[in-house]
C-alpha cells in the first residue's frame, strides 16, 4: 500500500484546507485510515481517522468540531477537512492506514510523506 497526500499550503488562521490522502497498490487490504500530524519541536500526534464509511470517525480533542475526516471507498482516498485554522494546528500532516491497536498510537502498518500546513496568525 502507498499513501500519497496533498493539499497542504500556508493560509491565515480562520481559513479552510482540505487534505486528500490517495491510497494506490492493495487498497483492498485497508480497512482504516487517518491523520497524524508533527509540529516544528514536537512529537507525532493523532489527529483523526476514520473507516471509508465514515461510521467511525475519531478526533483528537484539539480539532473536534473544526475538522472532519471523509472517506471515498470507490476513489480509496481519504480527506481531512480543516475549517477555522488555528496556528497550533501548523504542522507536517501524515497519512496512514491500517493501525495496530489502538488507532491513536502511532503504530499504524503503512504512512505516506508529510504535507505541510502553515497557518499564520
Known amino acids: 500500500v502507498q499513501l500519497q497526500a496533498s493539499g497542504g499550503g500556508s493560509v491565515q488562521a480562520g481559513d479552510s484546507l482540505r487534505l486528500s490522502c490517495a491510497a494506490s497498490?492493495?487498497?483492498?487490504?485497508?480497512?482504516?485510515m487517518g491523520w497524524f500530524r508533527q509540529a516544528p519541536g514536537k512529537e507525532r500526534e493523532f489527529v483523526a481517522a476514520?473507516?471509508?464509511?465514515?461510521?467511525?470517525?475519531n478526533y483528537a480533542d484539539s480539532v473536534k468540531g473544526r475538522f472532519t475526516v471523509s472517506g471515498d471507498n470507490a476513489r480509496n482516498t481519504l480527506y481531512l477537512q480543516m475549517n477555522s485554522l488555528k496556528p497550533e494546528d501548523t504542522a507536517d500532516y501524515y497519512c496512514?492506514?491500517?493501525?495496530?491497536?489502538?488507532?491513536?498510537?502511532?503504530?499504524?502498518?503503512?504512512w505516506g510523506p508529510g504535507t505541510l500546513v502553515t497557518v499564520s496568525s
Open positions: 476514520s473507516d471509508f464509511s465514515d461510521h467511525m470517525a
Open positions: 497498490g492493495r487498497t483492498d487490504s485497508i480497512y482504516f
Open positions: 496512514v492506514a491500517n493501525p495496530i491497536g489502538n488507532i491513536k498510537g502511532a503504530n499504524w502498518n503503512y
